[in-house]
């Protein structure tokens, strides 16, 4: 999706009107009309507003691809609810709410440790081999690699 579209679909969805939406973002209607009529794109600094008003990405408002697993524990992070906050609000696409929040990762200490503590929450047929398939996967995340 382009971003005009991107800005239609979330206006709508929060059944805000143009006027709303401008009143919201501290820009005037006018902008509003021409982002989604596809004529101007949102500067970099309302695209953080917009990402922390409505809980979207900047990444996603750019129509641009995602992560879409968090890099410490490998959740999926498809549904935007899911990623962690930077403490001033801001959006951090790398990692699950779970393993980062409050400025910081809270995480087990080991790749190890992680699985162990991920294994009960799964209906694993096995999990002796659902343990080695884990640690495959994990290890080749970003958090893990250092
Ligand atoms: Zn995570």
């Known amino acids: 999706m382009e971003t005009k579209d991107i800005l239609l679909d979330l206006r709508q969805k929060n059944n805000l009107t143009q006027a709303k939406m401008a009143e919201k973002l501290l820009v005037t209607r006018q ?11 949102p500067n970099t600094d309302t695209l953080k507003i ?6 979207v990405s900047v990444n996603t408002l750019l129509g641009l691809p995602r ?6 524990c490998g959740m999926p992070l498809e549904d935007e ?3 962690s906050r930077e403490t001033e609000g801001d959006i951090n696409e790398k990692y699950c709410k779970w393993c980062y929040h409050d400025g ?3 995480v087990a200490d080991t790749l190890d440790e992680l699985i162990e503590n991920i ?4 209906n ?3 999990p002796e081999e659902m343990r080695k ?3 495959v996967q994990l290890s080749t995340l970003e958090y893990w690699q250092k």
Do not use: D, M
């Open 67 to 72: 992560n879409t697993i968090c890099q410490v």
């Open 50 to 55: 917009i990402s922390k008003t409505f809980g």
């Open 124 to 126: 694993w047929a096995s």
């Open 81 to 83: 609810s899911n990623y």
């Open 133 to 135: 398939l884990l640690k």
């Open 31 to 41: 902008a509003v009309s021409r982002w989604e009529n596809g004529e101007t794109v």
């Open 119 to 122: 294994l009960p929450l799964q």
């Open 104 to 106: 910081g990762f809270h």
